[in-house]
């Protein structure tokens, strides 16, 4: 048995939906992991990270020469500062265990080393206290704490506080919050200390203020071969590293925006079907309407008031769905945007835009062709 013309075209009109709620919802999925990206790149950090290049130490030999190295490099014209760290703050730092002034009970927190100029060549703010410097070689013992772990605490003024690790340490400065890691996570508490592990660090930052750096990688290299023969020079940006943080997500919103076109293509070319097929079907009933008067302006409202109902309850359906996904993915993000109505709108009326000026344009089409054209086709 054949199926009826009237059944054909609900089950058209409901496969239409599908498709514009699946599109409906990989747009909204498309805009909220753009808004979300921007919003983790932009946020602050806590300190520049531009205009630094990182020169990882590997090997005895270039950490045993790590401090010749800086004054070598402070002396290129292109470099502001210089600082030797034990990590950089990008993808996490170490922790250690420590005993608070007051408990006997140890607590874990991250451990960064770093030489004098830390602060200074990464632009982190001291909140209160001092830093370690050469003018008070008594604080090399000391510890700076940022504001995360002051609060953990519960120190007010933590100043004078002690904790103890190796030795009792003396609270010398607190620095304030700052990322180490990306914005999946919260800042959680740190210690920096003046003392790197056997007396070595890992890592120098040079901040430089050249906006090509190109010349100053060529510099760096050659005093790298002059004072570190034998370890391979390698340097990475650390602007780009934090972008490179983002990497699983930029992949993911070059995919959703490619699945998205592909469906709104595939739900305009079933209403393309389904619009061609209602109007062949009335032919006779256009040149009727348009002998009694009708404009093209009523026939293209009276086709488009047909299409337009799978169109809207897709908008409905799929707001919902879209809201509990884009929800769902955002709680990895320890810094996130917050949904509103209109993230969810502005795809309902992209689908619904572009449904329009198809329908539009067909039944338009239609509806200047002669009458008598149109009633003398069967």
Do not use: C
Not at 44 to 60: E, Q, R
Not at 219 to 242: G, N, V
Not at 264 to 282: D, E, I, T, Y
Request: proline share 4%; aromatic share 10%.
């Amino acid at each position: 048995a054949q199926i009826p013309t009237g059944t054909k075209h609900r089950v058209g009109k409901g496969l239409i939906a599908v498709q514009f709620v699946i599109s409906a919802v990989l747009i909204s999925a498309v805009l909220i992991v753009h808004l979300q990206l921007n919003f983790v790149k932009q946020q602050p950090v806590g300190f520049d990270k531009d205009h630094i290049v990182v020169l990882p130490l590997t090997g005895d030999e270039a950490q045993d020469k790590a401090l010749v190295f800086k004054e070598s490099i402070l002396q290129l014209a292109r470099v502001s500062n210089v600082s030797a760290l034990s990590e950089v703050p990008l993808e996490g730092i170490t922790q250690n265990g420590f005993f608070p002034e007051g408990s006997s009970i140890p607590i874990t927190v991250h451990q960064l080393d770093a030489d004098e100029d830390l602060l200074s060549a990464m632009h982190i703010r001291l909140a209160s206290g001092r830093y370690f410097s050469h003018q008070f070689p008594a604080d090399k013992d000391g510890y700076i704490i940022n504001q995360a772990l002051a609060d953990k605490l519960g120190w007010k003024e933590p100043l004078g506080k002690t904790i103890r690790r190796d030795g009792i340490h003396s609270i010398i400065g607190v620095v304030e919050n700052f990322h180490f890691t990306s914005l999946h996570d919260k800042i959680e508490p740190l210690i920096i200390t003046n003392k790197p592990w056997h007396g070595r660090f890992g890592f120098l930052v040079v901040r430089y203020h050249d906006l090509a750096p190109a010349k100053l990688i060529a510099q760096l290299q050659q005093l790298w071969k002059q004072q570190a023969t034998s370890a391979p020079f390698d340097y990475w940006f650390l602007d780009q590293a934090f972008d490179r943080l983002y990497k699983s997500e930029e992949k993911f919103r070059q995919l959703f925006a490619g699945f998205s076109i592909l469906s709104v293509v595939l739900s305009l070319a079933g209403v393309f079907g389904l619009v061609l097929l209602n109007l062949k079907q009335r032919t006779k009933e256009i040149g009727i309407r348009k002998v009694l008067g009708a404009s093209v302006a009523d026939i293209i409202g009276i086709t488009a008031k047909k299409f337009m109902m799978p169109v809207l309850i897709a908008g409905v359906v799929a707001i919902p769905i879209a809201w509990y996904y884009a929800e769902s993915w955002l709680q990895q993000f320890a810094y996130r945007i917050e949904l509103t109505w209109w993230m969810f709108a502005l795809s309902g009326l992209v689908v619904t835009l572009f449904s329009l000026g198809l329908i539009g344009i067909q039944s338009g089409i239609a509806a200047t062709v002669k009458p008598t054209q149109n009633l003398r086709t069967e």
